[in-house]
């Protein structure tokens, strides 16, 4: 069993309790163009190592873009172990969160994080149940999350998208209440509520352990303004370099680079959303040249279309030569120098 505080029983080294600020890349999976579309390690291992070379602080394995719900027990533990050893590998420090997307108990999201933490992850990120909504009362969500942070052996961030939990928001004054549990470790906001990232870091009830991410990084200079800490983007899975570019500049505070580089990313990112998961995936196989099968998303959701592939390579041009003039340029973001 993995315990509090190390990676494994042998005395490794600790793990992280606090998340870094940062830019974290939730990890989009690829699998075999076979009947049974088994998960394709070798191709997956490739696009962790470019992500971890490119100086992510971060990557969440198993989350929503990298379609948990369609993953079975074992295989969300052989993705957390090749993520795990693949960054060691490239000598990236950075975090392996783990998703427990879909459980929908208590017992099932504790189950998830205790095989989460025994495949070598650092942090859970998890959704809360969703599937009867009107019980879902904030008093039974934070219940959940604090029976889940008591029970898992690493720390918990809390997962607000309300987009796949019934509609449900989540408060200000839920997650700063929630932010007190000392097993809690932050916030990703796919809610993209930037006036609660802003009241949640301006308020005396925030715990200075728990860090504050946004869900998205179109609006990446808005959520640094407010001064959320970083971001959890799906645009990073094509364009690692430039993510974490603009997140640094934009620390420095108002300049031209900054923006030109976030108009590439609300661009880019945009299009993606437009193409749902497949667009996503479509995106992310032409930025990093895999090949075009990989874009396929599991049965029963059917190939993306020829016109969002039209779409995306039009409206993301910009942005992927971007990242490969950073690429060339020999650029890695901080996530590699610390």
């Not at 793990?15 to 940062?22: H, M």
């Not at 640094?248 to 680079?257: I, N, T, V």
Request: proline share 6%.
């Amino acid at each position: 069993m993995t315990t509090n505080g190390t990676n494994g029983t042998n005395g490794a080294s600790p793990r992280p309790r606090k998340l870094s600020p940062g830019v974290y890349c939730p990890t989009v999976t690829f699998f075999k163009s076979t009947p049974g579309q088994e998960l394709d390690l070798e191709l997956n291992a490739q696009h962790f190592e470019k992500l971890a070379q490119a100086g992510l602080h971060g990557i969440v394995v198993q989350g929503s873009t990298a379609e948990a719900v369609s993953l079975t027990p074992e295989e969300r533990k052989q993705l957390i172990s090749l993520a795990r050893a693949t960054w060691a590998k490239v000598g990236n420090p950075g975090a392996i969160i783990a998703g427990t997307v879909g459980a929908q108990s208590t017992g099932e999201a504790i189950r998830l994080a205790q095989d989460a933490a025994d495949a070598g992850a650092d942090f859970v990120l998890s959704l809360h149940p969703n599937y009867f909504p009107a019980a879902m009362t904030p008093e039974a969500i934070q219940g959940f999350f604090e029976d889940l942070a008591d029970a898992s052996p690493i720390p918990v961030i809390i997962y607000s998208y309300p987009g796949v939990t019934s509609g449900i928001v989540m408060d200000s004054d839920l997650i700063l209440r929630l932010s007190a549990h000392p097993n809690i470790a932050g916030v990703k906001h796919t809610d993209h509520d930037v006036g609660k990232m802003c009241r949640e870091m301006a308020s005396s009830k925030k715990s200075p352990d728990f860090t504050i991410l946004a869900g998205a990084s179109d609006y990446l200079l808005g959520f640094v303004a407010v001064g959320a800490q970083g971001t959890i983007t799906g645009t990073s899975n094509l364009a690692p370099r430039v993510c974490v570019k603009t997140w640094e500049l934009a620390q420095k505070g108002p300049s031209a680079e900054a923006t030109r580089l976030a108009g590439l990313i609300a661009r880019g990112e945009w299009t993606i959303a437009r193409g749902s998961i497949t667009g996503q995936k479509y995106a992310t196989i032409v930025a990093q040249g895999y090949p075009l099968e990989a874009a396929a998303a599991r049965k029963p959701i059917l190939p993306v279309p020829a016109a969002t592939r039209a779409h995306v390579d039009s409206e993301t041009a910009d942005l992927i030569a971007e990242e490969r003039k950073l690429e060339k340029e020999g650029y890695t973001g901080s996530g590699l120098r610390q």
